[in-house]
């Protein structure tokens, strides 16, 4: 009786590590085909922006700063891309340029200064506080695949 019980547990581990395998397979090809979808759309983003901007009589700012946050969305899927880990701190500095885009777009459209100029800056202020937190923490405390290596 105990043989059969092995035999029983022998084959539930084969069967639990290779349906581990076909999952842990299926996650990092959604995973990849994932990243790759959204590299390609932001590229392509990217690029029809940069046209339009370039038969535009004038190129503003606020647009230079838009190619940015492709820019900063690229090299966050890149980053995850290489290290599958997601990196906190480029969606931090999009919403920073985010703000700041709308933080010129304001201004250069509407010459009345409001209140709403100041929650602006304050968002900024907030996210770029979040920035030296995460910075600092990061750095103090680093993750566990960083203290294995």
């Known amino acids: 009786m105990t043989e059969q019980v092995k035999w029983a547990e022998t084959l539930r581990k084969k069967l639990h590590g290779g349906a581990d395998s076909i999952g842990n397979l299926f996650v990092e090809t959604f995973h990849y085909l994932a990243l790759f979808g959204i590299g390609v759309v932001t590229v392509y983003a990217g690029i029809s922006t940069f046209i339009d901007m370039l038969q535009q009589p004038k190129i503003s700012v606020d647009d230079i700063l838009l190619l940015f946050i492709f820019l900063e969305l690229l090299a966050m899927a890149g980053i995850y891309f290489r290290t599958n880990h997601m990196p906190l701190r480029f969606l931090l500095y999009i919403g ?50 960083e203290k294995a290596e």
């Open 96 to 145: 920073v340029t985010a703000l700041i885009r709308l933080l010129i777009s304001d201004v250069s459209h509407h010459n009345a200064p409001d209140m709403g100029i100041l929650y602006v800056c304050g968002g900024v202020l907030l996210l770029s506080v979040s920035i030296l937190v995460v910075r600092f923490s990061s750095s103090k405390y680093p993750s566990v695949k």
